[in-house]
């Protein structure tokens, strides 16, 4: 069974950091897309960053370039989402999610191209 693991959310002050990690078991790491996702109050949920493999490139959406870093560790079949100089505007509950080994040729961080996901955690950036 795929499972997805997230935590690290909390409270923190705009301008601070963050670090979240997903931790996935039940499935082959390393052949599956994996990304994070966020979703606020009233909003649509939207890609953050994703990786389409452990040797491709990492997506940014553009209103987190500069700020986030997605890595992984493979040894531990996790996936970290450094968050830096946050804003308010980055509060919202953050999922993590994979997708199955595919030739999937759409966007690269679509929300409903993705098979599984995690819960969620929420990140809340406020004074």
């Known amino acids: 069974e795929v499972q997805l693991v997230e935590s690290g959310g909390g409270l923190v002050q705009p301008g601070g950091s963050l670090r979240l990690s997903c931790a996935a078991s039940?499935?082959?790491?390393?052949?599956?897309?994996i990304g994070w996702f966020r979703q606020a109050p009233g909003k649509e949920r939207e890609g953050v960053s994703c990786?389409?493999?452990?040797?491709?490139?990492?997506y940014y959406a553009d209103s987190v370039k500069g700020r986030f870093t997605t890595s992984t560790d493979n040894a531990k079949n996790t996936v970290y989402l450094q968050m830096n100089s946050l804003k308010p505007e980055d509060t919202a509950v953050y999922y993590c999610?994979?997708?199955?080994?595919?030739?999937?040729?759409?966007?690269?961080?679509?929300?409903?191209?993705?098979?599984?996901w995690g819960k969620g955690t929420l990140v809340t950036v406020s004074s």
């Open positions: 990786i389409s493999d452990r040797h491709g490139s990492t």
């Open positions: 999610a994979a997708r199955e080994p595919s030739d999937y040729p759409g966007p690269p961080c679509a929300p409903y191209a993705m098979d599984h």
């Open positions: 039940g499935f082959a790491f390393d052949d599956y897309a």
